[in-house]
T-cell receptor
Framework: GQQLNQSPQSMFIQEGEDVSMNCTSS?????WLWYKQDPGEGPVLLIA???AGELTSNGRLTAQFGITRKDSFLNISASIPSDVGIYFCAGQSLNAGNNRKLIWGLGTSLAVNP | KAGVTQTPRYLIKTRGQQVTLSCSPI?????VSWYQQTPGQGLQFLFE???????NKGNFPGRFSGRQFSNSRSEMNVSTLELGDSALYLCASSTVGTVLGEAFFGQGTRLTVV
């Protein structure tokens, strides 16, 4: 099935560093969603973006909906050990039947060295 | 407000058997989607149900099926299990009435086929 290009695939950083990851698509999306998944758990929604150019923050997390509507990035500032996990992006498009459909990236695995 | 509930959390089955997984969405959510996640893989979309009807379907063989009940609870069934079906199966629910609904995930069912 269709998937987004999410990068980097993995990151290993020092506590306190900032982190940046992004997703790109060849298709236009109406919504971008960013999730975090801890081991053995389901993904948890971090940030939802609904408008091209929109910049939204959630604590130390900031995400932006690209103006071309084909990309989005997520930044984490001053990382802490509990930021460890897999981060997924998802884009939402309208398929031919006007039904919502989520397209997913393969995830960015983040490891934080205390 | 209760979140998405998936049962059971863990399951061990033998090749050739069949299995049924259950998902209770957030109250008021009428859309339920199912995903398969294997180590190192992103979320592979199985299908989406809305108002007891399958609205979207991923690229999985016919051994994978699902249904949704009038109370929006959903079940997915996998028949003739194969070793490769071992995975974390995730269910997500979302609101309707808007094409911009966010998906909220359950904790998943970890299926191991031996």
């Amino acid at each position: 099935g269709q998937q987004l290009n999410q990068s980097p695939q993995s990151m290993f950083i020092q506590e306190g560093e900032d982190v940046s990851m992004n997703c790109t698509s060849s298709s236009i999306f109406n919504t971008w969603l960013w999730y975090k998944q801890d081991p053995g758990e389901g993904p948890v929604l971090l940030i939802a973006l609904y408008k091209a150019g929109e910049l939204t923050s959630n604590g130390r997390l900031t995400a932006q909906f690209g103006i071309t509507r084909k990309d989005s990035f997520l930044n984490i500032s001053a990382s802490i050990p509990s930021d460890v996990g897999i981060y997924f992006c998802a884009g939402q498009s309208l398929n031919a039947g006007n039904n919502r459909k989520l397209i997913w990236g393969l995830g960015t695995s983040l490891a934080v060295n205390p | 407000k209760a979140g998405v509930t998936q049962t059971p959390r863990y399951l061990i089955k033998t090749r050739g058997q069949q299995v049924t997984l259950s998902c209770s969405p957030i109250s008021g959510h009428r859309s339920v989607s199912w995903y398969q996640q294997t180590p190192g893989q992103g979320l592979q979309f199985l299908f989406e149900y809305f108002s007891e009807t399958q609205r979207n379907k991923g690229n999985f063989p016919g051994r994978f099926s699902g249904r949704q009940f009038s109370n929006s609870r959903s079940e997915m069934n996998v028949s003739t299990l194969e070793l490769g079906d071992s995975a974390l199966y995730l269910c997500a629910s979302s609101t309707v009435g808007t094409v911009l609904g966010e998906a909220f995930f359950g904790q998943g069912t970890r299926l191991t086929v031996v």
